[in-house]
């Protein structure tokens, strides 16, 4: 049986990860959490394939924007993407061949199910959570509750390795005086979600010191399909390079406990260090200066003096994200 997850799991359907997932939606009442909900698996195409390293990978939050990066880009022969999510993930188009994959319905902020979840996982990959500033509650429900659930999660079911989508704005008042920023840069976090990835990073050490496990903090920049701002022309972390990233990250030996950024090799760059990156293997290729001509000509020439550009963690540094301003 394709899963090895303690309590009992609904599984609304199966098939081949070839693109075209048999996904459907859940009944609006089903219960989020135990039992797992599983509403697609896949099988790894043919027999005999050889397994590639890190067969089982558990991804919270696959079901979001990096997460859809991330699915055709990791999957492999051999290897079973196991999703976990509060809503289903879109139809995945342009998978290769080979790739399985299963989908959990399930809350991050709660350690049963994740802990279910993670049974059988070599790797699990933390996306999940709030991607933008929110108000101090939900902030600490999801992002931080979540990053602890996970951590203690892999602990219980003997999961050897998390990878955690940490942010730039861990140290997003950071300033430009002091770019590159360097890896393991003291938290200067510019929100209270950037105070989440600084919390969850201080987790990853704990649960890498305490416990051995492998621990990887990736301080993305600003994923995306193609830069959109000027601001992205130097923070911008393209799909595939993202792809090279998180592979490496699961590749790598032993890392232990870093604290990286994530980041293309984009010309007008080299506002955080990619050092610790580069030494787990990762090799960006591309560059926002494709985009370049195009971003000025709507957005006109980046002015020095514009303060989004004055601390890394841009928009976030301003005062529309104020307390008084959130809901
Ligand atoms: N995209 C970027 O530029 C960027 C930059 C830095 C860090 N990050 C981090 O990377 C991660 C993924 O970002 P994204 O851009 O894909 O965001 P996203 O909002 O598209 O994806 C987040 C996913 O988490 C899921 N989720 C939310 N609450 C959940 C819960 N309680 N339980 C389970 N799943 C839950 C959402 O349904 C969603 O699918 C986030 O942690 C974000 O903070 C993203």
Known sequence: MILAIGRPAVILATGRARGDLP????????????????????????????????????????????GAMLRPRLARPGRTLRLLDVVPPP????????????????????????TEASAGADAVIHLAGLAGEAPWDRIME??????????????RAGVPRVIFASSNHAV???????????????????????????AAEGLAALYHHRYGLDAI????????ERPTTVRSLSTWLSPDDAGRLFEACLAAERPGFRVIFGVSANTRGGWVSLDEAQA????????AEAYA???????????????????????????????????
Do not use: W
């Open 23 to 66: 996904i459907g939606r859940p009944d609006g009442d089903l219960p989020i959490g135990r039992p797992a909900v599983i509403l697609a698996i896949g099988r790894p195409g043919g027999e005999g394939v050889m397994l590639t390293g890190v067969p089982t990978i558990l991804i919270t939050g696959g079901s979001g924007q990096i």
């Open 91 to 114: 139809a995945l188009a342009g998978a290769p061949a080979g790739a399985a994959e299963e989908f959990i319905l399930a809350s991050v902020t709660d350690c049963a199910a994740v």
């Open 142 to 155: 999801i992002n931080i509750q979540g990053a602890y659930a996970v951590f203690e999660a892999a602990r």
């Open 172 to 198: 997003g008042f950071t300033p430009r005086s002091a770019f590159p920023v360097p890896d393991y840069a003291f938290p200067a976090p510019d929100t209270y979600y950037g105070v989440s990835k600084v």
């Open 217 to 224: 903090c990736i301080r993305i920049l600003t994923c995306d």
């Open 280 to 287: 787990l293997g990762y090799q960006p290729r591309d560059d």
């Open 293 to 327: 001509a195009e971003i000025i000509a709507e957005h006109g020439e980046p002015d020095p003096a514009d303060p989004v550009l004055a601390y890394l963690g841009g928009e976030f540094t301003r005062p529309g994200l104020d307390a008084d301003h959130l809901t």
